[in-house]
């Protein structure tokens, strides 16, 4: 079943990402004609996602004014920073009873033969599954050039890699999560690495591999780069949903 609700992680402060993001929140910045926000925002349509919860912190007045009118769209409105963990455990109330998705609103993917929204909704397994998160191979992932995250067994069970280790696999920021990984949770400032750490010890965390195009977008340099390619359709998975459209 699809999940009916979607958070989008938008409060960070995109410190990689000045100047640009002296006035305008990461989430915000155009890439290739669209904002990065929007551009999830466009794949929770295309999924049929009808309820979608943004946190903000950094120039939050900014991302109520570009999403006003929208009544699809509930705020969770952070004075301080609560990081990721933190931050969707704030806005659980919002979120429903059931499996929700949560989205990085600051990178850009395209689809491959299957929406990635879809594929996630399909493998997950609420009987075994608190988490499940979508992989990207590293070896494809633009802007990244680091270790990887996670390995993934044969039945897409993950695990963290260990200091040293090399994973083939990166956590792509798109995930569903059920409220029970958040029981014992207490509020504050916390990432969900942790929560996801409980999964694994529990055998409860998965993840599937993304067949399509992933751009992590860190600096200005990063985004003109990315802007070329995205503007040509490069890429693996780069259909149409991805070329220069009007916000």
């Not at 004014?65 to 931050?87: C, K, M, W, Y």
């Not at 942790?194 to 010890?201: H, K, P, S, V």
Request: aromatic share 6%.
């Amino acid at each position: 079943m699809m999940p009916s609700h979607a958070m989008l992680l938008a409060a960070g402060l995109g410190l990689r990402m000045r100047p640009l993001t002296l006035t305008v929140p990461k989430p915000l910045i155009p890439v290739a004609g669209r904002t990065m926000l929007d551009r999830i925002l466009d794949h929770l349509d295309a999924a049929g996602v009808g309820q979608r919860v943004v946190n903000t912190h950094w120039l939050g007045e900014t991302l109520h004014r570009h999403l006003a009118g929208r009544i699809d769209i509930v705020f969770s409105d952070e004075a301080e920073l609560l990081e990721t963990g933190g931050g969707v455990l704030k806005a659980l109330p919002l979120l429903g009873a059931d499996p929700f998705f949560v989205c990085n609103a600051d990178i850009v993917w395209t689809n491959g033969p299957a929406p990635a929204l879809g594929r996630l909704a399909d493998a997950w397994d609420g009987e075994k599954m608190d988490a499940l998160l979508l992989m990207q191979r590293t070896a494809t992932a633009f802007g990244y050039d680091g270790p990887g995250d996670f390995f993934l067994d044969s039945a897409g069970r993950a695990t963290r890699r260990r200091e040293k280790e090399v994973s083939p696999t990166l956590f792509a920021g798109v995930q569903i999560l059920h409220p029970r990984l958040f029981s014992e949770a207490a509020p504050g400032k916390f990432s969900l690495n942790r929560l996801y750490d409980r999964a694994e010890a529990d055998g409860r965390l998965y993840g599937i591999v993304h067949d399509g195009g992933w751009y992590h977008i860190g600096t200005p340099d990063a985004l003109a780069e990315a802007e070329d390619l995205i503007g040509a359709g490069a890429g693996a998975g780069a259909p149409a949903d991805l070329l220069p459209s009007v916000t």
